[in-house]
């Protein structure tokens, strides 16, 4: 692996190129490499080494923060004290992890804080749609005590104003207002600006030679020179897999047509700055903002009209009420108002353009004001993402599909939701592209020179083609895939059990029934550390109220406790020789390490099928379908064998580890594509038993 990613650099042709010169080289490799293989060192040595031979640096993104904290805190510690040539590496966060002092100093002092800021303690979507809500008393105090014991922290350096380093982490709720976001930063000229947390650690990013971010970060970042330039940094993609569904999340729009306070709120703000600095462009500002409240009010009307039965029909299901547009085809009636909605979402933004600008230039020649000016600019700044979401979601919408047969044109798919706030009804809009692959060639391999790509899941029933479409590298001439496998002995090591239903899994109530009576007689035996793993948290419910007494006392459910939590409880309990079982769900399936006696067996207990009311996946199939393709085959069944592997990867974790599989859904043995989603596991022992 290690000797792929050393020829794959240095083939790359990283840097400026001169005028009139050919095209750049461009070298990718695409590497699975099994459990056990040590990916971290195979790609960090040639990376690192090749980075500092030509002056140029690497950059590590991750899919978690689990895998961040051990490449920073333990892998790349370990790797600098073994090579000859020293090196500096650096945890790369998006700056809204990091406090702002200029926030935090403003809201910790109780005789400064203004009703702008208390206004601002609270998130919008915990207001009504109007007006904001009367919050007792107590909870106010209680909100300004942490402030207070935030900022007491901060100037005491017990804390370094990371979010992540608080010893309980805050909710989003109470973060947001503190939080150092680039919307509400006026950078070098804020008057907290030397001892400012998020530029100090910044500077540590300058410093290093070796970069460690996220999938998020990276391409929430692309062309924000946030992190180094992809065309002249050597770039690994570890956890590859998961950047295909991060694209998606990260191109994706939503947009609330209910909540419209902070149209007011962020005008209010706005014309305000007129009383401090003089901006010409404001004059239109406040018909701006009565219209594009107008239009979205609008819209939700007309969804409502259109939509709102349907809606309505599905008041009582988990989760917000949704409705698809099919073929990514909005009604005519709603293109009228869309439109107008994003030419004056559009103009508002020209607006905040306008005083941002004015701002910064008031905050450089009056040093003196820095602060209040600074402080007039967090407040539009902390509303105008808001404003940008309207219009880019609107764009979105307003991509119609070709009328006539052309299925190459792509369309967005696109879906409305229903849920109340109280006694209010939010109705909001949404839309995403479907094809993460599209997207990703044309925001993210356009600027790549050199790259790795790596996990222990990228093949797919055997073959890497689904995961090189989904992360758009398909018949790109720079690319080279290998394949490593794992160095345990699966077969000696592993015992894959096939426990048949007489029940089709199709058949949910009878299946899950006949599945919970086997699951409980198989759990009977557990002598040390096991993990059951729920499609549903449906199923899984039904799995708990079926436990005996006995052993209820032995299972650790993770809707119940917090993650760390039930992880230290289950290790203590295997430590003192007692059966200790996790139930858990799809985030369990995958990062979850507990090597030998902690997952001794692992139950799989319906095939990880993706839920089939993803609007994007639903928007993708029908296209598909349109296109004479068939999307069971070539959507549904990949994308599972990607997530039965990472399941199934929980079971062996050394070469010292024995354990059992077993799998209750009899789809796995008894159909084609079972027998394709077997191709892509480990060569366990295979015991098939039938049912009874």
């Not at 055997?462 to 080279?480: I, K, M, N, W, Y």
Request: negative net charge; glycine residues 6%; contains cysteine.
């Amino acid at each position: 692996m290690a000797a792929q990613i050393a020829q794959t650099f240095s083939q790359a042709q990283l840097g400026k190129i001169d005028e009139g010169a050919p095209e750049p080289t461009r070298s990718i490799a695409v590497v699975q490499a099994g459990t056990g293989v040590g990916k971290s060192l195979a790609y960090s040595i040639p990376a690192i080494s090749m980075a500092l031979a030509r002056g140029t640096r690497v950059l590590i993104s991750t899919a978690t923060v689990a895998l961040q904290e051990q490449l920073v805190n333990k892998d790349l510690p370990a790797l600098a004290q073994q090579l000859e040539q020293p090196f500096k590496f650096a945890l790369a966060k998006g700056r809204g992890r990091f406090v702002c002092k200029l926030k935090l100093e403003r809201l910790a002092s109780t005789g400064e804080a203004q009703d702008e800021d208390l206004d601002d303690l609270f998130a919008e979507e915990k207001a009504q749609a109007q007006s904001r809500v009367a919050r007792p008393a107590q909870e106010l105090e209680a909100r300004m005590q942490f402030y207070k014991s935030m900022a007491n922290a901060l100037a005491s350096q017990a804390w370094d104003g990371d979010r992540d380093s608080l010893e309980t982490p805050p909710e989003a709720e109470a973060w947001s207002p503190v939080a150092a976001e680039s919307s509400s930063c006026t950078g070098k000229h804020c008057p907290a600006f030397s001892n400012c947390v998020y530029y100090e650690r910044r500077k540590d990013l300058v410093a290093a030679q070796v970069i460690v971010a996220n999938h998020d970060l990276l391409l929430s970042s692309l062309g924000a020179r946030l992190l180094p330039e992809l065309d002249n940094c050597l770039l690994v993609l570890d956890e590859a897999h998961h950047l295909p569904a991060t694209a998606l999340g990260q191109f994706a729009g939503e947009m609330d047509l209910s909540r419209l306070g902070w149209i007011d709120k962020l005008t209010s703000r706005a014309l305000r700055v007129n009383t401090l600095v003089e901006v010409e462009e404001l004059a239109d500002l406040p018909s701006h903002a009565s219209q594009l409240r107008q239009q979205l009010q609008e819209l939700a009307r007309l969804v409502m009209e259109l939509y709102g039965d349907t809606l309505k029909s599905q008041k009582d299901s988990w989760g917000p009420a949704r409705v698809r547009a099919p073929r990514g085809m909005l009604p005519e009636p709603l293109l009228e108002p869309l439109g107008k909605a994003a030419h004056h979402a559009n103009s508002f933004l020209d607006a905040l353009r306008a005083i941002s600008k004015a701002l910064r230039a008031a905050i450089k020649d009056n040093p003196e004001e820095a602060r209040r000016l600074s402080t007039a600019y967090a407040q539009v700044g902390a509303l105008a993402p808001r404003l940008e979401s309207v219009y880019d979601t609107a764009q979105l919408l307003m991509q119609q599909p070709a009328q006539d047969d052309d299925s190459s044109r792509v369309p967005n798919a696109k879906w409305f939701t229903l849920e109340t706030d109280g006694e209010y009804i939010v109705v909001k809009a949404h839309a995403s592209p479907i094809l993460p692959g599209a997207t990703l060639r044309h925001h993210l391999w356009s600027q790549v020179r050199g790259a790795v790509l790596t996990s222990a899941t990228l093949t797919s029933c055997g073959q890497f083609d689904f995961f090189l479409r989904e992360a758009g590298l398909h018949d790109d001439a720079a690319v080279t895939t290998l394949e490593v496998p794992s160095p345990f002995d699966y077969a000696r090591q592993g015992t894959l059990v096939a426990r048949e239903t007489v029940a089709d899994p199709k058949e949910a109530a009878r299946f899950t029934q006949e599945m919970v009576d086997a699951l409980l007689g198989d759990l009977s035996h557990v002598q040390a550390g096991a993990l059951v793993l729920f499609t549903s948290r449906e199923q899984m419910r039904l799995a708990v109220d079926a436990l005996s007494t006995a052993m209820r006392s032995q299972v650790l459910v993770q809707t119940a406790m917090p993650r760390a939590l039930l992880l230290a409880r289950h290790r203590d309990a295997v430590e003192m020789g007692e059966p200790s079982i996790i139930f858990g769900m799809q985030s369990f399936g995958e990062g979850l390490d507990l090597p030998g006696a902690l997952c001794e067996s692992l139950f799989i207990t319906k095939l990880p099928f993706a839920p089939p009311d993803d609007p994007v996946g639903e928007a993708r199939a029908e296209w598909l379908r349109s296109s004479g393709r068939n999307p069971f085959n070539e959507l549904v069944v990949p994308a599972t064998a990607i997530r039965l592997a990472q399941w199934v990867g929980r079971a062996i974790r050394t070469e010292e580890d024995q354990a059992h599989v077993y799998c209750y859904d009899r789809r796995l043995v008894n159909t084609s594509y079972g027998q394709q989603l077997l191709k892509g596991l480990p060569p366990f022992a295979l015991q098939r038993r039938p049912a009874r």
